[in-house]
């Protein structure tokens, strides 16, 4: 029986995609900057070859070349949020990879406060936000955004509603000033339904 090769396996056997691969490498070593990261966005273009170029290393293991991929990515969700949506499930499941970097979780959790997620991956989705909500450890720009894309899942699955709202009154005491705002937002918002 033949084993299904991954996604990067077989784009280790593609030179074209290796040469799309250099060339980023190159980029994001030469210089991290919002200039760099927009040359990048513009070079993707719609082009869903070289996304998946930057894609690979972003979910790599190269913790310099991951954080600094991770901003690209949002901004290539922004202008091109069509190019993601076959990303979708492989950053869901990223997420729970150990000792991802806060930068990688930011950026992902940006790009889902933006699109739209298929519901078959609401509740993982769900499940990781309300552990990176929950958690103290966490910084407080992810558990602002897990607040986000929390209220958002809400909208589609009302039962976990009740869950949110029990953790975020919960939180609010001794959060800071960022969560409290966002937390007052959401609170807000989970109200009108």
């Not at 993707?44 to 290393?57: C, H, S, V």
């Not at 309300?130 to 103290?136: D, I, W």
């Amino acid at each position: 029986m033949k084993m299904k090769t991954t996604r990067n396996e077989q784009s280790n056997h593609d030179p074209v995609m290796n040469t799309y691969k250099t060339f980023l490498t190159d980029l994001l070593e030469a210089e991290h900057s919002k200039a760099q990261t927009l040359r990048i966005v513009e070079w993707i273009g719609g082009d869903a070859e070289r996304l998946a170029a930057l894609m690979e290393i972003f979910m790599g293991d190269e913790y310099r070349l991951t954080q600094r991929s991770a901003w690209a990515v949002q901004y290539v969700c922004k202008k091109y949020p069509y190019l993601l949506a076959p990303w979708q499930q492989e950053m869901i499941v990223y997420l729970r990879k150990p000792g991802i970097h806060d930068a990688v979780k930011r950026n992902i959790l940006s790009v889902f406060e933006k699109t739209s997620v298929p519901a078959e991956w609401h509740g993982e989705l769900a499940d990781i936000c309300f552990g990176f909500l929950a958690s103290p450890n966490e910084a407080v720009a992810i558990r602002c955004l897990s607040m986000s894309v929390l209220a958002d899942i809400c909208e589609e699955i009302p039962e976990l509603t009740p869950e949110l709202r029990l953790l975020l009154e919960t939180h609010y005491e001794h959060g800071t000033a960022a969560l409290k705002s966002r937390t007052r937002s959401v609170l807000t918002r989970l109200a009108k339904r």
